[in-house]
């Protein structure tokens, strides 16, 4: 174990926002109106929306998935990192969340770059697969269900460009990944996909303590 283990306490954390946020009004206006719903915890947090964008902007990414969408906040900070003609496919199962979406969207005028697919999503990546967007999506993002995972992964793999980027959130779920009293699917699930993200040879990975963790992978 490192010396100095990194020891992220909320009033550390609030000074990480205080210090480097850019969140605008509107993720702002959104952010608040999903912390008024019975599952918001399943929102991202600012800094990660930010760091997102950040990533976009660096490998100047043009084509974006997102497997999971809830209300939006993943996929305005990346459609408006995105160029004018970049384009988001944007994966959920749910069309109550995705309509509060879609009208942030709206007001920021990034619904044109973004192309919802409602209904399963391994159906909406096999589809892709067989499009011609398979082998040259820039960037993508994995934030659904977590059984799932490493299904969305292996597609994104063949999705997505050499060089290009995939993020798979909640790496460290709250903390249960090291608590051995877990045992459910969806721990189970994101236990193994980080051992498998460690040793995967295809990619170069990083596990990042932001938000509710986020492991970051490159393809070779």
């Known amino acids: 174990m490192p010396k100095r283990a990194p020891r992220i306490g909320p009033e550390i954390y609030q000074y990480v926002l205080d210090a480097s946020s850019r ?44 497997i999971g969408t809830f209300t939006g906040y993943s996929s305005l900070s990346v459609a408006a990192a995105l160029p004018e003609d970049g384009k988001l496919i944007a994966c959920d199962l749910s069309v109550e969340w995705t309509d509060i979406a879609r009208r942030y969207w709206g007001k920021a005028g990034v619904d044109g770059k973004i192309d919802l697919r409602i209904g399963p999503a391994l159906d909406t990546l096999s589809d892709l697969e067989r499009s011609s967007l398979a082998g040259s999506i820039d960037f993508a993002f994995i ?20 060089g290009g980027l995939i993020l798979l ?52």
């Not at 969305?152 to 793999?157: M, N, R, T, V």
């Not at 189970?188 to 509710?212: C, F, P, Q, W, Y």
């Open 143 to 162: 934030d659904a269900d977590k059984e799932n995972y490493d299904a969305y992964y292996e597609s994104c793999l063949r999705l997505v460009r050499t």
């Open 23 to 66: 969140e605008s009004e509107l993720l702002s206006e959104l952010r608040r109106e999903t912390d008024e719903l019975p599952d918001a915890r399943m929102q991202i947090t600012p800094d990660q929306g930010q760091f997102m964008a950040f990533l976009v902007r660096s490998i100047g990414a043009r084509f974006a998935l997102e």
């Open 169 to 220: 959130d909640n790496a460290l779920w709250g903390g249960q990944v090291i608590d051995p009293e877990y045992q459910d699917v969806d721990t189970l699930a994101i236990r193994a996909m980080n051992e498998k993200l460690r040793d995967d040879t295809r990619v170069d990975a990083s596990l990042l303590t932001l938000g509710d963790g986020v492991y970051l992978a490159r393809k070779r």
